[in-house]
Structure formats: structure tokens, C-alpha cells
């Protein structure tokens, strides 16, 4: 095998001359291996000069059979590329093995040698599912299904490590499940967690008494009690915890026979088992939550209804045996599903035997690690074995880049366009990675704890843990670091990332840094020159990024000191950041103090990360306490005032949040001040200033029953690829096999936000090895380089100038996408800058809309006499209200193929899409080809949620300019950064309002100016505005109303759909005029929201009727009865009145939702196309398009209802405009609505032509029978559905409510309560409990219904909480992935989440719907649950606002100076900033004359 020649030249060698000169000796005498040798999936593989530039994914994703796992986002922020490598345990003398989860976009490929990679191929497949897969795919933990197998493998590793081989036992909890941050570094937008826990939390063994197999260490001295509440925590949640569901233990629950009935009490079953529970839970809810029965069995029943379909044999075959032996066909649905008992679903699952795993291969146990070398002139990797070797090699040249867990040189070389041309993998050290624990006796003694520089985090928490258990606060620095790493990234990097890769890096926001320094550790670097070399911590960061560090050494140990015993010394660490789990910190800090026999200081070390270029010791502040009496208050207030001298933060400083992080600096300063007073036993403290927001395990309920089951229809199946998704064979856009000549895109992005086009030179990309060509606005006619959903104002590329961060200039194409994407890289592009209108008030100062103009009238408005309308109020209120837009956030980014036929034009499209019929529509534009003969196709979208209803099309359109051109395959998935840039998000929104109201309280009038964000092109804006003027009511009645609409036009990207389209945004201003009335009368906000509640016969302010299916007091008034929401609003009182630095907050919230695409009747109109072969087997195609929300599934469901047939005969290959021609987006809530009724139109016609075969058979006889006899006689069995939605048809600027049609074909409905605690110190928050329920008529399938609703809800709770889009002042958008943008993970959603439908009156008799004309009389429910969202914003509202009541502060809202208001989202730095004490006040930043935010947010 050859050896690799090191590149010529890199940066800067210091001493040889190149990289070459300095490398090759070594590289001929000890690197003389340059292959990876390790096994994949139980394999042996060998991977010879693998490519240089190749990550552990890039690697798997070359390999034709495993597709499975994904690419999410390239920065370890998400999870979905989580594979599991298999490795000795070297903290184990016996010959003992881990699993170790990590993500493989980061993970170096280099790292594999001599370990075995696991994916969620290897574990298993549809025909042999794991599980782990099964038990996620019949729980209903999977939707889109792109999440997932990283979510799969996460848990395998979590369960893998559960057994003990030796002693064969298993032991898992919910506490090792939800609490020890397995979970951590996952990310799933569809299911909202909850079943995803349900099915890891159906692994639990323990002992059926409530015991522990295996009980924590609770550390020795450590008498806070957090321990031992830890423990009983774990107790209380065992199997004689609250969920009733079975364990799924081996051998049977305890649960499995109690599970079998329905509970007797379930409102017990709800009881919190959170360490902060909620108010008063229920004790008696009236509606009664059945569990679905959930068991593992061997011997699984099977629902006929669902699965065993069978087929009559092969016609030729006829004559002999006409309907004798039967041929079978095997879908995913052949493992065992549910049967239902009375509407109450039994998922049952095989049992889990540990010992059938795959195990380690026997031929890497012998395996002797040998120095490697591979790459080429640009790029080579070194992976030394030896410490030795490393050293000789960093003397010979100090340049090269030393890689730990690469969990920050990869995203430097992804996101920066580092490369690293000399890599050296050095986590195969074992000097460097192996901590050696001390001996017990050692410990006793010790004076420091000696952490090897590239030991793992995960197992140095390991290790922090077990010497804190035997040290107790001796090792207090120890438990310090422990808690930082708890919240330090996921746990996938955690697994992989060292100490030595936090501390070179130098990060001023680094966790682990501030605690290394307050305690004075010294790092020890070694070089082949000088040997061992001590770098004290507190004089090792000099600048930013830049350390003391000599360029040839390497950092080998980290020595931590310990106090000797008797030392009276406290060490805490605090950290705050945008999320509790995989976040980077806003402020984090690790203070120390000591004190002398008389409580003065004796030493001080107070540092902060987060408030200066590097972590910083706070000289002043240490200098001003020494000597000082501790536990005092002019301690504190001293110190208080040398942090603000320490840290005096301008306004505009860089990375923003001024007020908040000093505020931040100072509360958290006095948390520990309490909190070592607490702990030197100094006196009386307050708890709630020490206690943190603690999360504990969650709970939740469905009302599985469902009195509307049917056959098929209603009941709860699976989403049909949801194992399929579980064990990675679900293929999506980038997993199709490539084709031999395939090319890949890579785009050309504008830099600036606003910015006349001076030059564009692509001639430096097309010099790039394996580049083809570059297309831009000049390979369009003119008027063809324009596009749009509603209005064609959008050129493809950009023409002269550029109008947003991140526009498409062009498209370089490659022969692979790496080549690709560094070749768009390398076009220069000269602009000249214009500036740029970024915000909703920049736009209308500057008069910058697009044409909208709609208005709603209703009463005096009608005369434009609003005036006189508010003459009669006796009070009138007014605000300014913003909220905030929404990145979508799907786990796959936009992809496209498109494969040209060659011959008369054809291509066929495949594409990431929610909208075939416009991604046909615009390739037929840009190729000239007419529709006729371009297929656009898709099979299923790892998520869309409206992002993908029109934004998706240029990317097909770009790919087809190409294809047509080269004549070859052409495909393009984008990066998440790429996506976030490019392809809209929800509109941010501000509204102007005013309303007026009678003494009592009822809405008398309401006037609005409505601006939405739209972007630099209108895309859906106007629609959407439309969607949000008429959702601006809520559920309220209100005579007179005048509402605006108005559409800026910025320079942004264009904002676009997204689940709601508009509608929350309109609500939630209802809302906030709900809470601003009640507050401004002082009255009870349920109280006026009763008031004011529509009655039926009332109209809506686009004069809409409120029919007899009003539902919306019977939800408010179930739900808070089930909630037990009155007596818990009184016990949030009660407790805010306690609690001095926590408080709680609730609310109850209804919802009424439209269903209809509002204003464009053209697209309420669909197609369904069946075809039933002669063997019985039915082939259905419909317009809609499967994202994860399970259309399909339901699909089939409807079609094998209606033709009689087991669920597993209806089969749906993907949605393609071959088949199914001017298909609407699947879009609006609709998509079951128009094309459920569609396929039951095709249905219909079927039965019809199969009524007298029907007869003749029997009503009962199979499919196969019926259809083969009607094939001999020449029946069609091909027909085509199509239904258009009645009744609709709304004409703005039509007032006469005689004639105006309905705008709404019926109301989805609902309600939700949820309960919040707030950490007054920091804003951090959690909530404690929700309840939702939902009016969605008869449920199709109530499974996929819940997973809508709490899907939704959980992407609300994000949107109106922690979701925050920024931009910095010359337009460029900063949150780019999930390092910046934070969407709710794992342990963000309610503790208590319960989820009911709404199926009876007050009276419990059962519901009937009057007017609802949709198919089986179900709801569209994608969209509506997700406003639902609000109650934990609002429920936070409530508690700043006891806070600043507590604080003397008003809560009145307006629009002067004074007035209070708390704009969406609630953010922690919003929360903590609204808080209004005295500390907020200390921390207030003064804006000089002309200084600007860092960042700003655009509503
Ligand atoms: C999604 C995500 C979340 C994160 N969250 C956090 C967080 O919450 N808190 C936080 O503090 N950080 C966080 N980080 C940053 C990063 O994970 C940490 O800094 C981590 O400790 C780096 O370790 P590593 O081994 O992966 O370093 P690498 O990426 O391998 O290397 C980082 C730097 O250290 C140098 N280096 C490595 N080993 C040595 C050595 N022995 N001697 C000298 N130099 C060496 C490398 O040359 C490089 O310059 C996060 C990163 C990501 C991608
Ligand atoms: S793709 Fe690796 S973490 Fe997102
Ligand atoms: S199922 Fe998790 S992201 Fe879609």
C-alpha cells in the first residue's frame, strides 16, 4: 500500500520548511499503516487511504446499505447521525465492553480503528426489528421518522449498558431514562418526546416492590438531602410509580394484569412525581384516561381488520385453484400490531432477551492499534498510539492540529473553513485518555485528583461522581464540575469529548473552565523538548481563543486540587443558558470562597464565562471581599458593586443580552452567596434562592378509549412506516441510490443582506477538482427567472442585486457534494451595500409593504364608525404587541433529485415537498418541458410543517436547469445552515390594537393594525395575514370590529407557511388583550374569557356563523375539571405568596381553529386514484404528501374501511403528478379532509361496480374473492376520486351577512391549562404539568391524532418560549442551526402532560357533530393543537407578574413608557428581565446616543 505524501505547504510551520520536509521521515518510519481496520455492523472492514476530508457519517452515507443514518445538521446539535461504537471499557481490569453513542458527523473517521461501528441497520430490520425499534414504531415514537434512527441508537446505547453480562442483570429506570441525559443530544419536531420516553420507559426492570436493583451512592457527608431526594424520587417512579403501563420487564409486570383493566382511578394516574409538582393535581378528574394496554408477549394476537391480508394466487394459475392456496405478501405491518379491546388499543411487543445482542468481535479483542497515516496532498490524518510518537511528531511539526473528540474541530472545519491540512487524532493515548482512578486509601490523602487531558467527559463525571461519593465536600469542585458537565452538550459528545479539547480551545463560554480556575488547577503540557510543563489555570488565557499553550506541546493531565479535611471552603457552579440540555452557555460561572474560624473571608475566587473575551476572574470583586464577614449583607452589597466594576458590559456589546448577562452575573452571585451561607451552616436562608429549577421524571396520560372505533377506521394503529423509520429502511430524498453519472449542487449565497451585484467570478470554482459547471440568472430567459406561490415577484437567482442574507446567487455543480459545496464556496462575489430594512418597524417607518390591503369589518365598522363603537366602551385598552417568527426546523433539510429521461424532455423530480403540482409547475417553466412529462415525486418528508409548501420548489427547479443541460442526474440536500438561511420561516408579527369593553367586561369594540415580516418576496404573506386576521378573535364574541392588514416587505428571507399559518400569531393577540382587559379591571381573566365566549347564532368578524358544533365551554369546562384547574389556581396563589425567588403560574386557554385553505377556493379541491389488482391487493395514490403527520396511514385506512379489506392489502407508494394530476399542497389541515374524502369517492365508485359480486359472495367475502371474479368479467377496478370542499367560498369586502359565504368549512377546537414555576434569578423555567384536549370529532386514528396534538403543542411551547430568530444589525441571520437556534428537547416538555379528546356533553353522553360534512366525521388536527402552545407563555406571564406585584412593579400594560408587557417568546432573558427587583435594577445597561442592539429580532 502506498503511503500518503503530506501536504506541500500548511499554515505557518514553524521550523521545517513544509509539511512534507517535516513529515515524511516519519510517516516511512513509524506511520507506516494507512488503513483503518474495524468492523460495521459485526462486518470486518478495512478502509484503505480512506478520503482525508471524510467524517465517520461521510463514510456511512457511502456505503450503499446504510442509509439509515442521518444528516441532520453537521454540528452535533441534533442527533440524527447517532451511531454506537462498541469498545473495550478501559476503566474495567475485566474484559468488559461499552457502548458508546456518538454522533458521526463529527465523529473523525480516523477514530474507528480498532472499534466496532453499530447502526441502526445493525440492530435490525423490518423483518427482524430490535425491540428497541419495534417497541418506538408501536408506541407511535416515530412521525417523519428522520429523528429517529438517531434516537433508535442513543437508546440502544443507553440499553446496552444496562445489562450486565456477568451477573446477567438488567437495570434500568426512568431515572437512568430521563434524567441521566442519554437523551440529551437528540432532537425529534414531531412527537413531542412523550412517546418516545413511553417506549424507552417499556425496558424498566425493577424490582417489582418499588426497590432498586441498584440504588446511587449517596454521597458520604453529602447530608443537603438532594441525594437522597434523588433516591426517593427514583423509588416513587419505579414500577409502583404512576404510569399504569406495563414495564415490559422479562417475564411479565406487575403492571401487565392492573394494565388489563381500565383504571379505576386514573386521576391518580396522574399525580406529578415531579421533585417540583405541580399545584394540587387532580385528584378526581371527570374524564376518566384509559391506558392503552401495553405488554410483551411471545405469542402476539393479530387484528385482522389490520394485518393478514392475503391474495388470490396468479390468474394463470386460475383454472386449476381459483381461490384455493393463497399467495402473502409481508408489509411492516406484519409484526404483530394492536387489537383493540372495547376501543382500547394492546400494543404488544417481543420480550427483550440481552443476551442475543450483538457482541464485540473476538478478532478486535486481539487487536493491536498501530500508528496510522492516511490522506493526500491537501489533507493526512496521524493517529500516534503512543504518547512518544505524538510528541515526536508535534517537534517535528507544532502545527499540526491535534483532535481530541473533534466536537469543536469539526464545526470549525464544517462552518469555518478551517482545514487542518496536518490532522492528528490523539484519543488513542492512552496516557492521554485514561484517567487512572485512586486507590481508596490514596484518596483519603489526596491533595489533588489527576484527570488525564483527553479522558472522556462522560467518564469524568463518572469519575467526579464516585470520588464525590466517597470525598463528600471535600471534593465539592468535583460534584461542581459533574453538574457542568451534566448540561455540557449531549451526551453523544459527551462520550467522545475531553477537558484538554474545552480548555485549549479557550472558549470565554467554555463550562468547564470557570470551575478548573476557581479551583486553581494547573495544567500540565509535555513537548519532546522540555518534558513536563506546569500552566497554572488562572494565567493561562491570555486573549481570546488564545492560551499559553507552546505550539509543540500537548496538554497531558489536568491536576485538581482538594481541600485538605477541615478546610471550610464552598464551590458551586451555576450555568444559565437559551436551553437546560445541549447548550452553550449565556453566563456560566464557578465561584469559591473559604473562611477563617470567624465566617471572614479568607479566599475568594469568583469566575465568570460569558462576560469577557476569555473566562474571567473577578479581581476587583475578590480583592474588595477578602476579610470580609461572609454572611453578611454589606458582604453581598459590596460585592455586588465591584461585579458591575468587574463587568460593565455595553450595551451593544458583542453577542448582545447586556442587561441580562450582567443581571445574570449578579444573581447568580447571590444564589451561591446563599447558598454557601446554607452550606457553612451561617444561618437562616431562603430555599428558594439555592434551589435551581429541578426537572424530575415525567408522566402523562392519553384517553386511549375511543367509543367511535370501527374496523379499521378509528382504530389506533401505527403509522405505517414508522418500523420501517425505526430500523432505517424508510428512504427519504438523499438516501436514493445514486446513479453512476449523478452531479451534485452546491449554492452560491449572497453574503449581504441588501447589496447591489458588482461582480460574480466563478472562474476559481470552476479550477476545482471534479467541478462541471455554474449556472445563474444567465441561463434563464428573463421573465423565466421569476417564480412565486401566489405572486411572481422572486427571480430564481439573483439579477443585479441581492435582497436578503443568504438569496441564491447561483449554482456550482460537482461530481460530489463536498466538491460542490467548497467549489460555491470559492465564487467571488463584489457587492456594493445597500442598507438593508430588517424589522417590522424599519419597514412601515420606511412605508415598505407589498399590496395586501384586506380588512375585516363587522357592526359600526361596516359605517367606519369605530368611533362611536368605542364611545360606548366604559374603559378602552391599548397595546403594541410583538411576537416572533419560527424556524421550522424539520430534521431534513430541503433535498432534491432530478434524474433526466432523455428522451422527449421527461425528468422525473423527486423532491423534499409538501407541493407536487408547483415543483411540476416551475420545472416546466425553467426546463420549457411541459407538465405532461415532468414527474414530480415524493415518497415522505423528514418533516415540512409548511416549510416545505412552496419554499421547497426553486431547489427541484435549480437541479433541473442543470439536468437539462448536462443531461445527467443532478441532486442537492441542503445544509442546515444553508436551509435556515434560505427557506423562510413563520412571520414575525406586531400588532396595533385597541379595544374597548363595558364595565363588566364585555368586548365592545376592537381596532387593529396587523403587520406580519413577509420578507423580500410576498410568497404566502398575504395569505398568511389573512389567516391571522381571522383567527384575531379567538373564541370571543366582540360587536364591532376593524382589523388591518399589512405586509412589509424587508430584507430578510421570505417568510413563509408554517403550521398555523398565521392563526397563532392572531390568537395570541386575542389573548393578550384577554389578560391586559382582566388586568386593567381587575378581574378574574377566566371569568371575562367566559363572558365573552361566543354562543351559537353569533358571527365572527368575517361574519362567519357559530353553529350548533360549538364545543368550545364544553372543552374549557372538561378540561378544567379533568385539570382540576380552579383549585390548582388557588394553590399557584398560595404558593407564590410562600416562595420569594420561585413562582408559579396557570392558565387555561380555549382554541378554535378553521379548517380550509382560507382564501385561495381553487385548492380545496382533491384527487384520489385506486386501483385494485385482480389478486385483491389495492394500490392507492391521493394528492396529499406524507411529512410524518401520518396522512397516509389514514389514507389507507379510509380505502381499506370502505372496500372491506384488512388494512395491510391498501398500499401508497409515494405522491407523483403522473398519478394524480393538480394536487393542492398538503398544507391547511386539510390534507385528510379533501383527500380522505377523495379516496372514498374512488371507494364509492368501486363498491358500486362491486356491489353484485357483493351480493353474490357474501357481505363477508374477501377482497380477492370479489375483485378476481369481477376482473374475469370485465369490470374496471381503476377509479379515479375527487372531491371539492362544499359550502366555502368567502369574499373579502363581502359584508352582507346573508350572502357572504362560509370562509371556514368547520372549527377544530380545543382547549389547554398548563402550569409553569419561574426561577426568579436566572428565568429559567419548567412546566410542570399540561392538559389538552381537543375536539377532533371521530378520530380517524386516534394515535396519529395524540401524536398531532402533543407534537404541536411541544412545537408551540418552543415558538412562544425559547425559539428566537436573530439577525445582527446589518442583516445577517445568526441563528443558523442548533447551536444558536433552540428548539424544545427531551426534558423541555410538561412534567405532567395529559392528552384527551373531546367526545361527550357536560352530562357525559356522547357527542354528535351536526354539521361537520368530513370524512367520517373526523377534524383536521395538524395545525390547531399548536397555539395550544401558548398556555405555558401565558402561564409564565402569570407568574412574572405575581413576581412583580411581589416586586411593587405595575402591571399595566399600554403602549407608554411604563407599560408593562412580555412579548413572545418568553424567553429567559425576557422572563428574568420583566422580574423587576432590585437586582435587575443594579444590572441596568444605559443606552448612549446611537448605540444599537447586537442583535435584532424583526417583529
Ligand atoms: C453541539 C455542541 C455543544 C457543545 N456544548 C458545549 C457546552 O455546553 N459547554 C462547553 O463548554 N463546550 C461545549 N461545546 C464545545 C466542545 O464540545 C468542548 O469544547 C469540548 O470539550 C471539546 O473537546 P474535544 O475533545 O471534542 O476537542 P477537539 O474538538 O478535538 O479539540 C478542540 C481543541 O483542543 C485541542 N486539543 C485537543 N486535545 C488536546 C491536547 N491533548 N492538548 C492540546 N490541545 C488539544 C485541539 O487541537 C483543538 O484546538 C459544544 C460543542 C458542540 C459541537
Ligand atoms: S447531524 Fe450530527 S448531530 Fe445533527
Ligand atoms: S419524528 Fe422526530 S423529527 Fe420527525
Known amino acids: 500500500m502506498a503511503l500518503p505524501s503530506p501536504p506541500k505547504t500548511a499554515a505557518n510551520p514553524p521550523r521545517a520548511a513544509t509539511a512534507a520536509e517535516a513529515l515524511t521521515p516519519l510517516i516511512e518510519s513509524t506511520y507506516t499503516s494507512p488503513d483503518i481496520h474495524c468492523y460495521v455492523n459485526g462486518k470486518k472492514t478495512v478502509i484503505s487511504n480512506a478520503n482525508p476530508h471524510w467524517t465517520l457519517l461521510d463514510y456511512i452515507r457511502a456505503q450503499s446499505n446504510l442509509k439509515g443514518t442521518k444528516l441532520g445538521c453537521g454540528e452535533g446539535g441534533c442527533g440524527a447521525c447517532t451511531v454506537v461504537l462498541q469498545v473495550p471499557d478501559s476503566s474495567s481490569e475485566k474484559r468488559r465492553i461499552k457502548h458508546l453513542a456518538v454522533n458521526a458527523c463529527l465523529f473523525p473517521l480516523v477514530g474507528i480503528d480498532g472499534k466496532h461501528v453499530i447502526t441502526v441497520e445493525g440492530i435490525g430490520s423490518v423483518d427482524r426489528p430490535h425491540p428497541l425499534q419495534e417497541r418506538v414504531a408501536k408506541m407511535h415514537g416515530s412521525q417523519c421518522g428522520f429523528c429517529t434512527p438517531g434516537i433508535v441508537m442513543s ?34 419536531r414531531c412527537t413531542g418526546y412523550k412517546p418516545i420516553l413511553n417506549a424507552a420507559k417499556s425496558f424498566i426492570v425493577e424490582n417489582l416492590e418499588g426497590q432498586l436493583t441498584e440504588e446511587p451512592t449517596a454521597p458520604a457527608g453529602a447530608e443537603d438531602g438532594k441525594a437522597e431526594k434523588e433516591v426517593v424520587d427514583l423509588v416513587r417512579n419505579g414500577c409502583g410509580g404512576p404510569s399504569k403501563q406495563s414495564c415490559g420487564r422479562p417475564g411479565g409486570c406487575c403492571r401487565d394484569k392492573l394494565s388489563e383493566q381500565p383504571s379505576e382511578n386514573s386521576s391518580n394516574d396522574s399525580k406529578s412525581q415531579t421533585s417540583t409538582p ?53 408489509t411492516s405491518l406484519e409484526t404483530e400490531i394492536s387489537s383493540t379491546k372495547k376501543g382500547v388499543p394492546v400494543v404488544q411487543f417481543k420480550e427483550y432477551a440481552p443476551d442475543t445482542e450483538l457482541i464485540f468481535p473476538a478478532a478486535l479483542w486481539k487487536y493491536e492499534p498501530r500508528p496510522l497515516c492516511y490522506g493526500n496532498d491537501k489533507k493526512i490524518w496521524f493517529r500516534p498510539t503512543k504518547l512518544d510518537q505524538l510528541l515526536e511528531l508535534k517537534d517535528a511539526y507544532p502545527s499540526a492540529k491535534l483532535i481530541g473528540g473533534a466536537s469543536e474541530v469539526q464545526v470549525e472545519v464544517r462552518f469555518k473553513n478551517s482545514d487542518f491540512a496536518v490532522s492528528v487524532y490523539v484519543s488513542d493515548i492512552p496516557e492521554l485518555r485514561q484517567t487512572k482512578m485512586p486507590l481508596e486509601a490514596e484518596l483519603e490523602t489526596a491533595k489533588e485528583l489527576v484527570v488525564s487531558a483527553n479522558t472522556p467527559l462522560t467518564e469524568l463525571e463518572n469519575i467526579c461522581k464516585e470520588v464525590y461519593a466517597k470525598l463528600g465536600k471535600r471534593a465539592m469542585v468535583l460534584e461542581a464540575l459533574r453538574k457542568q458537565l451534566r448540561y455540557f452538550a449531549g451526551r453523544q459528545i459527551r462520550n467522545v469529548a475531553s477537558l484538554a479539547g474545552n480548555i485549549a480551545t479557550a472558549s470565554p463560554i467554555s463550562d468547564a473552565n470557570p470551575v478548573l480556575l476557581a479551583a486553581g488547577a494547573t495544567l500540565e503540557a509535555v513537548n519532546k523538548s522540555k518534558g513536563s510543563i506546569d500552566l497554572p489555570m488562572n494565567k493561562f488565557f491570555v486573549a481570546y481563543r488564545t492560551t499559553t499553550l507552546p505550539p509543540d506541546a500537548v496538554l497531558s493531565r489536568i491536576r485538581i486540587p482538594l481541600p485538605a479535611p477541615g478546610v471550610r471552603e464552598v464551590l458551586k457552579a451555576y450555568k444559565q443558558a437559551k436551553r437546560k440540555d445541549d447548550d452553550i452557555a449565556i453566563v456560566t460561572t464557578a465561584f469559591r470562597v473559604r473562611l477563617d474560624d470567624d465566617n471572614n473571608v479568607e479566599e475568594a475566587t469568583i469566575v465568570y464565562g460569558g462576560m469577557a473575551p476569555t473566562t474571567k476572574e473577578s479581581l476587583k470583586t475578590q480583592e474588595s471581599l477578602r476579610g470580609k464577614p ?40 447571590f444564589r451561591f452567596w446563599h447558598e454557601s451561607a446554607a452550606e457553612f451552616g451561617l444561618g437562616n436562608v431562603d430555599a428558594t434562592v439555592i434551589d ?18 370501527q374496523r379499521v377506521v378509528g382504530k389506533q394503529i401505527a403509522h405505517l412506516s414508522a418500523l420501517k423509520q425505526c430500523t432505517g429502511e424508510a428512504e427519504y430524498i438523499d438516501d436514493m441510490p445514486n446513479f453512476e453519472n449523478q452531479l451534485y449542487g452546491g449554492l452560491v449565497l449572497s453574503s449581504k443582506a441588501h447589496a447591489k451585484l458588482l461582480s460574480v467570478d466563478w472562474e476559481p470554482a470552476l479550477a476545482m477538482p471534479g467541478v462541471v459547471a455554474y449556472i445563474d440568472k444567465n441561463c434563464l430567459a428573463k421573465e423565466d427567472n421569476i417564480w412565486g406561490s401566489i405572486r411572481k415577484d422572486e427571480p430564481f437567482f439573483a439579477d443585479g442585486e441581492v435582497r436578503h442574507h443568504g438569496q441564491v446567487i447561483g449554482m456550482v455543480y460537482a461530481e460530489t457534494a463536498l466538491q460542490a459545496q467548497a467549489a460555491a464556496k470559492a465564487v467571488k462575489v463584489e457587492y456594493e451595500t445597500l442598507p438593508p430594512i430588517l424589522t417590522i418597524d424599519e419597514a412601515i417607518e420606511a ?21 362611536e363603537a368605542f364611545a360606548k366602551c366604559d374603559r378602552i385598552f391599548e397595546g403594541q404587541t410583538r411576537m416572533g417568527g419560527q424556524e421550522h426546523f424539520y430534521l431534513e433539510t430541503n433535498a432534491a433529485l432530478v434524474i433526466p429521461s432523455g428522451e422527449d424532455g421527461c ?101 387593529a393594525d396587523v403587520y406580519d415580516n413577509a420578507g423580500f418576496s410576498q410568497d404566502m404573506s398575504g395569505a398568511v395575514m389573512d389567516r391571522c386576521l381571522t383567527h384575531f378573535d379567538n373564541s370571543y364574541e366582540c360587536p364591532n370590529v376593524l382589523l388591518r392588514g399589512h405586509v412589509c416587505k424587508t430584507n430578510i428571507h421570505s417568510n413563509t407557511a408554517y403550521r398555523g399559518f398565521g392563526a397563532p400569531q392572531g390568537m395570541y393577540f386575542a389573548e393578550v388583550m384577554m389578560y391586559n382587559i382582566a388586568e386593567g379591571l381587575d378581574v378574574d381573566v377566566d371569568e371575562l374569557r367566559l363572558k365573552n365566549l361566543y354562543k351559537v347564532g353569533e358571527h365572527t368578524p368575517f361574519l362567519q356563523r357559530i353553529d350548533e358544533d360549538w364545543h368550545v365551554p364544553l372543552l374549557l369546562e372538561q378540561l378544567g375539571r379533568s385539570a382540576d384547574y380552579r383549585k390548582r389556581k388557588k394553590a399557584v396563589d398560595d404558593f407564590n405568596a410562600k416562595n420569594r425567588w420561585k413562582k408559579r403560574g396557570i392558565c387555561l386557554i380555549p382554541t378554535k381553529f378553521g379548517l380550509s385553505f382560507a382564501t385561495a377556493l381553487h385548492l380545496n379541491q382533491a384527487g384520489a386514484y385506486i386501483k385494485i389488482y385482480h389478486d385483491g391487493s389495492v394500490l392507492l395514490h391521493h394528492g396529499g404528501t406524507e411529512m410524518g403527520q401520518g396522512l397516509y396511514t389514514k389514507m389507507c385506512q379510509i380505502a381499506a374501511q370502505e372496500l372491506g379489506t384488512p388494512l395491510d392489502a391498501i398500499f401508497t407508494q409515494d405522491s407523483s403528478t403522473y398519478q394524480i394530476a393538480n394536487a393542492s399542497p398538503t398544507a391547511a389541515s386539510s390534507g385528510s379532509d379533501l383527500n380522505g374524502m377523495a379516496v372514498k369517492d374512488a371507494c364509492d365508485q368501486l363498491n358500486e361496480r362491486l356491489k353484485p359480486y357483493r351480493e353474490r359472495f357474501g357481505k363477508d367475502a374477501p377482497l380477492k374473492q370479489i375483485v378476481h371474479a369481477a376482473y374475469l368479467d370485465r369490470v374496471n377496478l381503476a377509479a379515479n376520486g375527487f372531491w371539492k370542499m362544499p359550502r366555502i367560498g368567502f369574499q373579502w369586502g363581502n359584508y352582507d351577512v346573508n350572502t357572504v359565504k362560509p370562509m371556514y368549512y368547520y372549527f377544530t377546537q380545543g382547549a389547554g391549562c398548563s402550569e409553569v414555576e419561574v426561577d426568579l434569578l436566572t428565568g429559567d423555567s419548567t412546566v410542570l404539568r399540561t392538559d389538552l384536549m381537543m375536539d377532533v370529532g371521530n378520530s380517524i386514528n386516534p394515535a396519529i391524532d395524540y401524536g398531532q396534538i402533543e407534537g404541536a403543542f411541544v412545537q408551540g411551547q418552543g415558538l412562544f418560549t425559547m425559539e428566537e430568530t436573530l439577525w445582527t444589525r446589518t442583516g445577517e441571520l445568526f441563528t443558523r442551526g442548533p447551536g444558536t437556534y433552540k428548539i424544545p428537547g427531551f426534558s423541555d416538555i410538561p412534567q405532567v402532560f395529559n392528552t384527551s379528546l373531546l367526545r361527550t356533553d357536560n352530562e357525559g353522553k356522547p357527542l354528535s357533530w351536526n354539521h361537520l360534512r368530513s370524512v367520517q366525521s373526523s377534524k383536521g388536527i395538524g395545525e390547531p393543537p399548536l397555539f395550544l402552545g401558548c398556555t405555558v407563555f401565558f402561564a409564565m406571564r402569570e407568574a412574572i407578574k405575581a413576581a412583580r406585584k411581589m416586586n411593587g412593579q405595575s402591571i399595566l400594560g399600554g403602549v407608554g413608557k411604563d407599560a408593562w408587557k412580555l412579548d413572545s417568546p418568553a424567553t429567559a432573558e425576557r422572563l428574568r428581565l420583566a422580574v423587576g427587583d432590585d437586582l435587575v435594577r443594579r444590572a441596568d445597561v444605559k443606552r448612549k446616543e446611537g448605540e444599537t442592539n447586537f442583535f435584532v429580532a424583526v417583529a
Not at 437508546?155 to 441521566?180: Q, V
Not at 402476539?300 to 381461490?323: M, R
Open 692 to 709: 435551581e429549577i429541578h426537572r424530575a421524571i415525567s408522566t402523562g396520560t392519553r384517553d386511549d378509549v375511543n367509543p367511535y372505533e
Open 630 to 669: 461572609w454572611f453578611h449583607s454589606e458582604t453581598l452589597d459590596i460585592a455586588l458593586a465591584s461585579l458591575l466594576e468587574d463587568y460593565d458590559l455595553p450595551y451593544g456589546v458583542p453577542g448582545g443580552m447586556a442587561d441580562y448577562r450582567k443581571t445574570l452575573t449578579l444573581s447568580l452571585f
Open 907 to 1007: 425528468m422525473e423530480v423527486w423532491s423534499s415537498t409538501q407541493n407536487t403540482m408547483e415543483t411540476q409547475e416551475f420545472v416546466s417553466a425553467v426546463t420549457g418541458v411541459p407538465s405532461n412529462r415532468i414527474n414530480a415525486r415524493v415518497k415522505r418528508m423528514g418533516g415540512g410543517f409548511g416549510g416545505k409548501e412552496s419554499r421547497s420548489v426553486p431547489f427541484a427547479c435549480y437541479l433541473a436547469i442543470a439536468a437539462k443541460k448536462e443531461k445527467r442526474p443532478m441532486r442537492l440536500m441542503l445544509n442546515r445552515d444553508e436551509d435556515m438561511l434560505l427557506s423562510g420561516q413563520r412571520h414575525p408579527v406586531q400588532a396595533r390594537w385597541r379595544v374597548g369593553v363595558s364595565k363588566d367586561g364585555i368586548l365592545l369594540a376592537m381596532e
Open 278 to 330: 405541580p399545584t394540587e393535581p387532580a385528584t378526581s378528574p371527570d374524564n376518566e384516561h384509559i391506558p392503552a394496554i401495553v405488554r410483551a408477549t411471545d405469542k402476539p394476537e393479530h387484528d385482522p381488520a389490520v394485518s393478514g391480508a392475503t391474495y388470490a394466487k396468479p390468474l394463470k394459475s386460475k383454472e386449476k385453484e381459483c381461490f384455493g392456496k393463497e399467495t402473502k405478501t409481508s
Open 155 to 188: 437508546l440502544y446505547a443507553m440499553i446496552r449498558n444496562a445489562y450486565d453480562p456477568e451477573t446477567k442483570r438488567f437495570t434500568l429506570s426512568e431515572r437512568d431514562i430521563e434524567m441521566e441525559g442519554h437523551l440529551d443530544g437528540n432532537l425529534c
Open 847 to 867: 412605508n415598505s409593504y407589498f399590496p395586501h390591503g384586506k380588512m375585516l369589518k363587522k357592526g359600526l365598522a361596516l359605517q367606519d364608525k369605530m368611533d
